[in-house]
């Protein structure tokens, strides 16, 4: 225990340090290269939910890719300057954010997939921040376990032999060397799973394929796009979007509605069939409460990893009293950037969009 808490410096750091420069250099080159190339070429013969399997082995790429850089980095800096190692401190504070943040992610892509395949799910009342660690949590106990502890023990052990040796989390010239040792260890176990983590992603969208009714090969598009809107119904029942296919109507302030959404083989976007029934309220009352509940389905499927780039929402609305009355939105996802936007939270922004007709009752 005590030399995995304080072990020594070895004497050729300096050789070291020119090994692991020109073998990461050499490894930074070939991975960006390979990557980019499976990410370009090798999910082409993927026919179902391609978008949340590319998110998946991207993150799985950046997270060789940022400890590759540092081990260009670090060394560079040890072998260029004396006394660096309170500079390479802060590289290595700054590749601890970015790999972690890599890390989290990879987990939580999984976490989506394997949530959209089974009887896991996000409650509706989550936010993004939530939403995020319980799709990570719902990889399950092990799973994160056996994944996320060793990178925490790995990239967190330099800090402890500082602390050790010199009570302070400047790292010192053993933590940088350990540092270096440790990360490139990692980087070789990495690698070694580059091509078999491609392969496991494939088994993982076939079996996603093999959950739904698939036609013949003559008729791969329609498939794709009954399997895709599937898959969109999948992950927002498991959002808590209970009111779809009429199981449980969703409460508005006067009344409530239910949604029918069929997955289509004939067309490539999501058409939600949206029914109220609401009480005499005001025009703008109505106005109000329906762009609410727009907004936040909305929000939903722009959060969706299905690959459906255009969805419809068509409200058939009954007041009490009065005439059946529609609103009717369509939308595509960059459409969607714009009103889902950091700093904007504004369910008016919905009726900005290019395709969206009201009722003249609810038009201002």
């Given at each position: 225990m005590e030399m995995i808490l304080n072990p020594p410096m070895p004497i050729a750091s300096d050789e070291f340090y020119k090994i692991i420069l020109s073998v990461s250099g050499v490894l930074f080159g070939i991975t960006f290269a390979a990557m980019l190339f499976i990410l370009q070429s090798g999910f082409n013969s993927f026919k179902y939910s391609r978008r949340m399997f590319l998110e998946l082995y991207l993150h799985f790429g950046r997270q060789l890719l940022y400890a590759l850089a540092y081990l260009t980095a670090a060394p560079l800096f040890m072998l260029s300057f004396s006394n660096a190692e309170h500079f390479v401190t802060w590289v290595y504070a700054l590749f601890l954010v970015f790999f972690m943040n890599a890390s989290l992610d990879h987990a939580k892509e999984e976490g989506y997939i394997i949530t959209i395949n089974s009887r896991k799910y996000v409650p509706r009342s989550y936010g993004r921040i939530r939403s995020y660690f319980r799709l990570i949590y719902n990889r399950g106990f092990l799973r994160n376990l056996l994944s996320l502890s060793p990178i925490l023990m790995l990239i967190f052990y330099p800090y402890?032999?500082?602390?050790?040796?010199?009570?302070?989390?400047?790292?010192?010239?053993?933590?940088?060397?350990?540092?270096?040792?440790?990360?490139?260890?990692?980087?070789?176990?990495?690698?070694?799973?580059?091509?078999?983590?491609?392969?496991?992603?494939?088994?993982?969208?076939?079996?996603?394929?093999?959950?739904?009714?698939?036609?013949?090969?003559?008729?791969?598009?329609?498939?794709?796009?009954?399997?895709?809107?599937?898959?969109?119904?999948?992950?927002?029942?498991?959002?808590?979007?209970?009111?779809?296919?009429?199981?449980?109507?969703?409460?508005?302030?006067?009344?409530?509605?239910?949604?029918?959404?069929?997955?289509?083989?004939?067309?490539?976007?999501?058409?939600?069939?949206i029914y109220v029934d609401i009480g005499r309220s005001s025009p703008d009352s109505i106005r109000k409460e329906i762009l609410t509940y727009a907004y936040k389905l909305a929000k939903f499927l722009h959060l969706s990893k299905a690959e459906i780039n255009v969805f419809v929402l068509s409200f058939h609305i009954d007041i009490k009293d009065d005439t059946s009355r529609n609103m009717f939105f369509r939308f595509d996802r960059a459409e969607l950037e714009a009103v889902f936007a950091i700093g904007k939270d504004d369910p008016e922004d919905m009726v900005k969009m290019k395709n969206v007709l009201f009722d003249d009752l609810f038009k201002q």
């Open positions: 402890f032999i500082s602390i050790i040796e010199g009570q302070t989390l400047y790292l010192s010239e053993v933590a940088v060397f350990y540092s270096c040792l440790a990360v490139f260890v990692y980087s070789l176990y990495k690698i070694t799973k580059f091509i078999p983590e491609f392969f496991t992603y494939t088994g993982m969208e076939l079996a996603s394929s093999n959950q739904t009714p698939r036609e013949e090969p003559s008729e791969e598009e329609k498939t794709k796009n009954f399997t895709e809107g599937v898959a969109l119904k999948e992950y927002l029942i498991k959002r808590g979007v209970k009111e779809i296919d009429h199981e449980t109507p969703y409460i508005l302030k006067d009344g409530k509605l239910t949604v029918s959404f069929v997955p289509s083989r004939d067309r490539a976007e999501a058409w939600f069939n």
